[in-house]
């Protein structure tokens, strides 16, 4: 998605802005761009490429500035095109061309500004000139035609006219050794340095560079110059914009920057680190106790009566499973919603919910405004489980839970996917521990699997040569049906979702009991039908589902536990799990299905990693 990188300094500043796209690179994008204040003008090179061709061309136009912006595009207004990528400029009005090197404002833009086609208009009204098809130029225009002087008076005039979602950089050529950056519903940082400031959309693209980060707030404005730098923000009563102070924090951020090792995609990677990266979820883990999820977590554990999760994608299907847990082991009624709907859905407020966010990222817009959408409604009980601890969730949440994933380069969400599920088990028995559900022989047999799950996950990769054979053959397919029952049925959806994402094949998920309500006139010799086979209490029920399909035609391939009597033959194919895990049975289940989506993509000779349309933080709407 987006990213936006921007500085101030006395040196060369071209690197960092370049090193920093690439440290936000593997979030997804379609085009990227760079511009800086030179020899008195502004100058820029865009490209739809990488960020390392980007790099060529900044060499080649001997582009090397101390003050500039960078951007990397992911396309919601105007397809993914050089004239569409940012920086855009504004040359005023009356000005024809949109060359490379003149101009007045320069504008980097993450988010969607909504009211876009309504400023256009008046903009072209007033003699002004566009050459792309975003929402971003609009703003670039509207700086410009506020400017007199003062960047900072512009952008604080601009921004009362903008309704949507933004975090913003601008810079003009008449003051060279100044950004002003502004933040409204998109992430946004400031990196304090000596002499020299910089701002970005995480804290990560600085990563190397300063480790000194504020973290905006909402509606945030930022005025950087070389040893000094200011945040206001609009004050309500006054009309005006006033000081803010902000506490400039010690990060460590990681580079992202992860080697590839043996492997041929970060997916691959990823999946294999599974083994490694729940046992570091697992590893501060001694016993079961409400604290694990931070201070004051006993007391508004006792307290809620109820818990509501908000997600989205793969994600939403770790909740989803944590519903099965919450429920029958908390004994705690649950209810998952998708954070987009959720947001935007008149619902019934309950002020003793455990209102519970689940993000790789934590920066998901949608994830965050359903959050605050709670909140508004007076469910001030909230809780994440993340993987990035200096995240938007981690900071709006009161309570969380940090899976250490480490970090996830692939677009498509594995090793975090098997981490939030441990959470959330965690979760479950800490709701469960609360509520008088959890005896201590109960805690010791389920920490005892926890503990075990590292080397039960190992044995599962394993199976990687059977799926591969398996892949070949989905491969040449166009369609899958995915099939699983209870626990499992959450697992069903995101193999269907790995699939569909990374190999472009049209996959469904249904519980298996509904396949005759309707799905079932979809089988034929040409579909193949994955089914999740755990040797659980509705095996037998599953069996029957798998009738269904073998006498239609169905090509059924089964991922059966240990002991499930489900024997190969014609048209039933079966790969045997190691064994069978009692509740946490879906952290191995998910597995083989990653597996197939990784191996089936691969043979389609998909970009595995960067699958396209799709970005790894989806930090708009
Ligand atoms: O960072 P988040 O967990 O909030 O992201 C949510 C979804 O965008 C994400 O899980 C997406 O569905 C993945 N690409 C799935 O592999």
Redesign the pocket.
């Known amino acids: 998605m987006c990213g936006i990188v921007g500085a101030v300094s006395q040196r060369n500043i071209v690197p960092i802005l370049i090193e920093g796209l690439k440290r936000l690179e593997y979030r997804g994008y379609d085009s990227c761009g760079v511009a800086v204040h030179q020899s008195g003008e502004l100058k820029r090179a865009r490209s739809t490429s990488r960020v390392a061709e980007l790099n060529t061309a900044v060499d080649e136009d001997g582009i090397a500035a101390g003050t500039g912006i960078a951007h990397t595009r992911w396309a919601t207004h105007g397809a993914p095109a050089v004239h569409n990528a940012h920086p855009h400029f504004s040359h005023g009005p009356g000005a024809e061309a949109n060359s490379a090197s003149a101009g007045r404002i320069a504008l980097v833009h993450n988010g969607i500004i909504e009211n876009h086609e309504e400023l256009r208009a008046e903009l072209k009204a007033k003699g002004y000139a566009f050459t792309s098809q975003t929402d971003t130029e609009v703003i670039a225009h509207l700086v410009e035609h506020l400017y007199s002087g003062d960047l900072l008076d512009a952008v604080q005039a601009a921004l009362p006219r903008l309704k949507g979602a933004y975090a913003i950089a601008v810079f003009c050529r008449d003051e060279p050794h100044r950004v002003i950056a502004a933040r409204e519903g998109s992430p946004l940082v400031l990196g304090v340095g000596e002499g020299e400031n910089f701002v970005a959309s995480d804290a990560m693209a600085l990563a190397g560079v300063t480790d000194q980060i504020v973290y905006l707030e909402e509606g945030d404005v930022v005025d950087l110059q070389l040893g000094r730098y200011w945040i206001s923000r609009l004050h309500a009563e006054s009309g005006r914009f006033e000081a803010q102070q902000r506490e400039v924090k010690t990060v460590h951020a990681h580079s992202g920057a992860a080697e590839l090792g043996p492997y041929r995609h970060y997916m691959q990677k990823e999946i294999f680190e599974q083994p490694t990266a729940i046992a570091n979820t697992l590893e501060a883990i001694s016993s079961i106790s409400p604290e694990l999820f931070g201070d004051g977590a006993y007391r508004i554990f006792k307290e809620v009566d109820s818990v509501l999760i908000l997600?989205?994608?793969?994600?939403y299907y770790a909740g989803s499973t944590a519903k099965y847990w919450l429920e029958s082991i908390a004994k705690i009624p649950t209810s998952v919603e998708i954070a987009s709907e959720y947001r935007y859905r008149d619902s019934v407020p309950n002020p003793r919910t455990l209102v519970v966010t689940?993000?790789?990222?934590?920066?998901?817009a949608d994830?965050l405004a359903a959050l605050k959408h709670a909140r508004a409604q007076g469910m001030e009980h909230t809780l994440t489980v993340c993987n990035v601890s200096t995240s938007a969730m981690v900071r709006e949440c009161k309570l969380a839970y940090i899976t250490r994933a480490g970090a996830e380069i692939g677009?498509?969400?594995t090793k975090?996917f098997t981490t939030q599920l441990v959470g959330l088990f965690l979760l479950t028995l800490a709701l469960a521990q609360t509520r008088g559900h959890l005896g201590d022989e109960q805690e010791a047999e389920h920490l005892k699997a926890l503990r075990h799950l590292p080397v039960a996950v190992q044995a599962v990769l394993a199976l990687e040569p059977q799926v591969i054979a398996w892949s070949e053959e989905f491969a040449r397919k166009e369609n899958a049906l995915f099939l699983g029952r209870g626990l499992h049925y959450p697992i069903a959806l995101e193999g269907a979702?790995?699939l569909k994402?990374i190999s472009y094949i049209h996959a469904e998920a249904y519980p298996a009991g509904e396949l005759k309500h309707g799905p079932l006139a979809l089988v034929t010799a040409e579909m193949p039908v994955v089914t999740v086979a755990p040797n659980d209490a509705l095996l037998e029920k599953l069996k029957s589902n798998m009738q269904e399909v073998r006498a239609r035609g169905g090509q059924l391939f089964v991922f059966a536990d240990a002991d499930t009597a489900i024997e190969s033959e014609a048209g039933l194919h079966v790969i045997r799990m190691p064994e069978h895990y009692g509740a946490l049975s879906p952290i191995l289940h998910v597995i083989p299905l990653q597996l197939l989506a990784y191996h089936t993509a691969c043979a389609r000779g998909t970009d595995v990693d960067k699958p396209r349309n799709?970005a790894k933080?989806?930090t708009v709407e």
């Not at 997600?311 to 994600?315: K, M």
């Not at 689940?358 to 998901?364: A, D, K, P």
């Open positions: 997600a989205c994608g793969t994600s689940i993000s790789q990222s934590g920066e998901t994830t677009v498509a969400s975090a979702l790995k994402e799709l933080s989806v």
